[in-house]
C-alpha cells in the first residue's frame, strides 16, 4: 500500500534566499534540494557550457586515437549496439557523424532482441572476421562481454567499447573502454546512457580529428541523445538535464524525417513534443521495432534521408508497437489470473513459459511491479530455445543487487541496473529460480518497508489551476527519475459520474466542477473505477492525488489533473 506525505515547509531562511519567486515554485525548488537563487537560475536555464570535457572519461585518448587512425588508413569499422531506445540513437550519432565527415567504409550492426540476445556474441564477431572488420565499436553494450572480445582480439579485430552499464566482474581485455561507470574513471557524472556516452566519443573525435565540420554541428545530434536519455530512464539532473533540456529543443525542430513522421503517426504537435511524449509515445514505437520485428526498422527510421520511406517506417513501426501492445496484455492477464488463484501473492513474483517471446517480458514485469508493488522475475524462450528473463523492480529493491546475491553460475549471464534487469538461465535450474530468489530477497526483506512511502509536493485545490501555475511547474521540467513531476492532493472532492473513454473504454475521466470556471477533467490511462486505493464510487468524497498537466488534443490546449491515486 502506498503511503502518501506531504513534503515538509520550505524554512524561512530558505524562503528568504528563494524570495522573488511564487510560494509554489519555491515549494518545488525546496522539494528538489535547490535552496539558493543561483542554484534556482542554474536549474532553470541549463548551461549548455556547462557540459563535462569529454576526455574526463577513462581511456576516451585511447578511443579516440584508435578510431581516428583507422579513419585515416580507411579500415573497415563496425558500429554494434543494442536494440532499445538508447542503443538505437547512438548507432545513430555513429552514423551519422561518419556520413557527415565522408567516410564510408563502415558498417552498422544491431543484434536481435530474441535470436541473439543483448551484447556481443561470438558468432557475429566471427562473421566480422570473414568480413574483414578492423575495428568494432559498441554502443550501449559490451562491458560485459569478456568472451566475445577475448575472441575478437584473436581475431585481430580490435574492440572499443562504448557503455554505461555496471561492470559485473572482470573487464573485457578491449583496446578502450569508455564507461563513466568503471573503476578509475575520472568523469565527475556517472548517470549517463549509454547514447550519450557515444556522443562524448563523437565530440572529442571532432575536438581531436580536424575535421572540416561546421563549428556547432554536433548539437544537431541532441535529438537523439536526448530521446536515448529520456528513454532509458536515467536520473534527469546535472548533466543529464542539460542533455535532455537541449535534446527536447533539437527534437522539436528536428530535420529527420523519420521523426517527423512519427510525430505525425501519434498526432503530436513538434513545437509542443514534451518528455512525456517520449516516453509514452515515442519510445514505445522504437522499442517495437525489435520486440516485435528486427531493431533495424527503427535504426533505418531515425536515419532515412528519404521521405517516402520514413513515411513507411513509421506506419510500420506504429503497427508493430500495436500488436506488441495486445500480447503484453494478454500475458499480463495470464500472470494476474494465476495470481487471484493463490492465496498469498509470494513477496516476489517469479512466473514464465516456454512459449513467451523474452523481448516484451521487461514491460509485463514493469506493469505488474506497479500494480502488485513487489519486485518481478519473468522468463520466456528465445529462437534458439535458450531461457531469457527481465526483471523489474517495485522501486525499493535492487534488482541487480538480489541477482549478484544467488549462487555462483545459477544465472548464464545476467546485468542492469538497480530497478531493472536481464538474465538467462539453463532448463535445468529455471525450477529453482522462484526458490532462490524469494529465499535472497527475504534474507534483505526486514530492511526495506512494506509502505510505499510517496511524496507529495503540495495541497491544492481545483481553483488553483490556471495557467499561471502550469508556467511555473514547467519552468522546472523536463521531469523524470531524478527530477519527478510534481504530484499534488486535492483533499475532500466530491466524487463525478465516472467517464469511460478509448477504443475499448480501457481509460478513465472524471469531470469536476469549479465554480464558474470550466470544469477540470482528471484522466487515468488503462484505468477502471478499481484501480486506485479508493473505489470510485459516485457521490462520495475522496482526495486525489494527482500531476497537472497541459494537453494539446485536437491542438487545442487545456489544463487537465492526471491521477495518481484516489485515497
Known sequence: ?????????????????????????????????????????????PNYEDLNSPLLLKDMGKAVERILGAIKKNEKILIYSDYDADGIPGAVIFH?????????????????????????????????????????ITVDCGINDVKEV???????????????????G????????????????????????????????????????????????????????????????????????????????????????????????????????????????????????????????????????????????????????????????????????????????PPVIVAGNPKWVPSILGLVAGNLADTFNRPVFLWGRNGYKEIKGSCRSDQRTDVFSLMQKMPDNFFTHFGGHKFSGGFGISGGKIHFLEEEIIKHFKKDEKTKSHDEKVLIDSKLSLSDINWDVIKEIEQLSPYGTG?????????????????????????????????SNRPISAISFFSDENSFQRPIKEGEKASIVASIEKSYFRNFPELRLRIVDII
Not at 528563494?18 to 525548488?29: A, F, R, V
Not at 565522408?102 to 566471427?126: C, M, Q, S, T, W
Not at 527530477?483 to 465516472?498: A, G, Q, T
Request: aromatic share 10%; charged share 30%.
Open 170 to 345: 572482470e573487464l573485457p581485455k578491449a583496446l578502450a573502454i569508455v564507461n563513466p561507470n568503471q573503476k578509475g574513471d575520472k568523469h565527475p557524472f556517472k548517470s549517463l546512457c549509454g547514447a550519450a556516452v557515444a556522443f562524448k566519443l563523437v565530440q572529442a573525435l571532432i575536438e581531436r580529428g580536424n575535421f572540416e565540420i561546421i563549428n556547432g554541428w554536433d548539437k544537431w545530434l541532441l535529438d537523439m541523445v536526448g530521446l536515448a536519455t529520456i528513454s532509458d530512464m536515467v536520473p534527469l539532473i546535472d548533466e543529464n538535464r542539460i542533455l535532455s533540456y537541449y535534446g527536447l529543443l533539437v527534437l522539436k525542430k528536428t530535420r529527420r524525417y523519420g521523426l517527423k513522421n512519427l510525430y505525425n503517426e501519434a498526432r503530436l504537435s513538434a513545437n509542443f513534443i514534451t518528455e512525456d511524449d517520449i516516453s509514452f509515445v515515442i519510445t514505445p514505437r522504437i522499442n517495437a521495432a525489435s520486440r516485435m520485428d528486427e531493431a533495424y526498422t527503427a535504426f533505418n527510421l531515425l536515419k532515412s534521408e528519404d521521405i517516402v520511406e520514413a513515411k513507411e517506417g513509421a506506419e510500420r513501426l506504429s503497427k508493430l508497437n500495436n500488436e506488441r501492445k495486445i500480447l503484453t496484455a494478454t500475458i499480463v492477464k495470464e500472470i494476474k489470473r494465476k495470481l487471484s488463484k493463490m492465496e498469498k501473492i
Open 96 to 136: 551519422d557523424f561518419f556520413k557527415k565527415i565522408g567516410f564510408d567504409n563502415f558498417e552498422n550492426y544491431i543484434p536481435h532482441r530474441n535470436d541473439e540476445g543483448f551484447g556481443l556474441n561470438i558468432d557475429a564477431v566471427k562473421s566480422f572476421s570473414k568480413d574483414k572488420f578492423n575495428l568494432i
Open 483 to 515: 527530477n519527478e513531476k510534481p504530484v499534488f492532493i486535492f483533499d475532500d472532492l466530491p466524487l463525478p459520474k465516472l467517464q469511460k473513454f478509448g477504443k475499448h473504454s480501457e481509460h478513465l475521466k472524471l469531470e469536476f466542477p469549479n465554480g
Open 1 to 45: 500500500m502506498k503511503n502518501y506525505q506531504i513534503r515538509e515547509e520550505v524554512p524561512e531562511n530558505v524562503q528568504k534566499k528563494l524570495s522573488g519567486y511564487s510560494p509554489l515554485t519555491q515549494k518545488l525548488l525546496f522539494n528538489r534540494g535547490i535552496d539558493t537563487k543561483e542554484k534556482a537560475e542554474n536549474f532553470f536555464n
Open 150 to 168: 577475448e575472441e575478437a582480439n584473436k581475431l585481430g579485430i580490435d574492440v572499443v567499447i562504448t557503455d554505461h552499464h555496471l561492470p559485473n
